[in-house]
């Protein structure tokens, strides 16, 4: 039996990853009702967001869009952590390891010069000389950037939510029904979306509705997005370091072009985390158990040998199987749904997307409340379907 919500919301945000809590947050201190809604709750372990830890760079080869998102986002991280009174953002500085062919560490090189971001380049002798626990086998220089770092990004999401919770949100754990399955078609009327139905047979009104669910929009939109976006799965490991040596949590950030293992210090004391940002095989992210192969432990450790001599044979502490939920080149989605005026998507954050989870926000909140969106980048008109990446 069907339940309608009697309370009104402007906006009902279905998703509380990075993408929706930072849609839900700007929309709420735009003056509007919101309700927040998750099938399993604020960056759960299954969410992309639901990570320890997360590398916000503001470097994206010659792409000066995402890297000006990432200096706006970063502002706003910041903020959120002075608020939170919590370290959820480490300054450790980020090093892009550049190997043979490593246009793409050149081109960062020039968009950081372009656009303002501070950054040295280093011969490898500095480089052994600022980190010597980085091998530079294989390494011609190093690009850093000091002002970049680490996001704590679960405690971040769940701080955002909390803190938003207590200044009007209303959030709610429960899944929603497709909007283009049969439980809502009488929901539909003259290109509106009236209501959304939730599976405990709730039915919730608002005058707009966002859409921001991570891996989980091709099932929620299959028509319009089943082909559009591909979710992949992801290994990450974190390795002991050894006996009384903190020099591992001493580390920055760390990504190697043209290798694509990037790296994350010893935080929290959870491990020295490393990780391979080549696509994995597809995931169904409701059904899969999250273990790690034995081919992807192998490859991490092989790289973990040739780079830090010293965890050559450090034990693996933790490991986790996460999803990237990518578009055919990397490029978001934030749009309005074709057939639904008051219905927004964002998504698409493609292993990229959480440093600009405020960004995204202020973003999709703009489109959701004035209807201006006007970079086509994100338009779901510019999206393959066929995989084709070009965001790195
Ligand atoms: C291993 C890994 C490493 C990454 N590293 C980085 C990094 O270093 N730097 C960086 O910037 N980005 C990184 N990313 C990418 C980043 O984490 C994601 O782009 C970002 O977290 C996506 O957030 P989201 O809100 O779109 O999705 P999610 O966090 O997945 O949130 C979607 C939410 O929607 C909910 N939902 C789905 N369907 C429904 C429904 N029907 N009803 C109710 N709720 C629903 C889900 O439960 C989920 O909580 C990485 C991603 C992974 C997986």
Redesign the pocket.
């Known amino acids: 039996m069907m339940r309608t919500t009697s309370k009104t919301f402007d906006f009902v945000v279905?998703?509380?990853?990075?993408?929706?809590a930072w849609t839900a947050h700007e929309l709420l201190h735009a003056g509007h009702r919101v309700l927040l809604?998750?099938?399993?709750g604020?960056?759960?372990s299954r969410?992309?967001?639901?990570?320890e830890s997360?590398?916000?760079r503001m470097g994206y080869g010659p792409d000066e869009l995402y890297t000006r998102w990432s200096q706006r986002s970063l502002v706003a991280w910041k903020a959120l952590a002075e608020r939170a009174q919590r370290p959820l953002f480490r300054e450790c500085g980020m090093l892009w390891l550049a190997g043979p062919g490593g246009d793409y560490v050149e081109a960062t090189q020039r968009t950081l010069a372009r656009v303002g971001v501070a950054h040295e380049r280093w011969s490898t002798a500095t480089l052994i000389d600022r980190f010597p626990q980085i091998s530079t086998e294989a390494i011609d220089w190093a690009l850093w950037e000091p002002g970049s770092g680490v996001l704590m990004?679960r405690q971040s999401v769940q701080a955002l939510v909390a803190e938003d919770v207590r200044a009007g949100l209303e959030y709610r754990t429960?899944?929603?029904a497709s909007p283009e399955s049969a439980a809502t078609s009488t929901a539909q009327r003259a290109g509106k979306l009236d209501r959304i139905v939730t599976n405990a047979g709730d039915e919730i009104s608002a005058a707009g509705f966002v859409f921001?669910?991570?891996?989980?929009l091709p099932?929620?939109f299959p028509a319009l997005l089943g082909a559009r976006i591909f979710p992949t799965r992801?290994e990450?490991f974190f390795f002991a370091p050894p006996a009384g040596d903190a020099s591992f949590a001493r580390l920055p950030a760390w990504f190697h072009h043209p290798a694509l293992v990037?790296g994350i210090p010893d935080l929290e004391q959870r491990g020295f985390k490393i990780?391979v940002d080549r696509h994995g095989a597809a995931i169904d992210p409701d059904r899969e158990d999250r273990v790690p192969t034995a081919e992807g432990l192998a490859a991490a450790r092989a790289y973990l040998a040739l780079r830090f001599p010293k965890l050559r044979d450090a034990p693996l502490a933790e490991s986790?199987v996460?999803?990237?939920?990518n578009t055919a080149n990397g490029d978001f989605i934030i749009d309005r749904h074709p057939e639904f005026d008051n219905l927004f998507i964002?998504?698409g954050?493609?292993?990229?997307?959480?440093?600009?989870g405020p960004a995204v926000g202020e973003y999709t909140s703009r489109l959701a409340t004035t209807g201006i969106g006007d970079e086509p980048r994100f338009a779901l008109a510019s999206k393959a379907t066929t995989q084709r990446r070009g965001v790195f």
Not at 14 to 20: E, K, S, T, W, Y
Not at 212 to 216: F, K, S, V
Request: proline share 2%; glycine share 20%.
């Open positions: 279905i998703g509380a990853g990075c993408f929706g809604l998750d099938a399993f604020p960056a759960h969410a992309s967001s639901g990570g997360r590398v916000i990004a429960a899944a929603v921001a669910c991570g891996a989980w099932k929620v992801q990450i990037y990780s986790r996460c999803q990237y939920e964002t998504g954050g493609s292993g990229h997307g959480f440093k600009h």
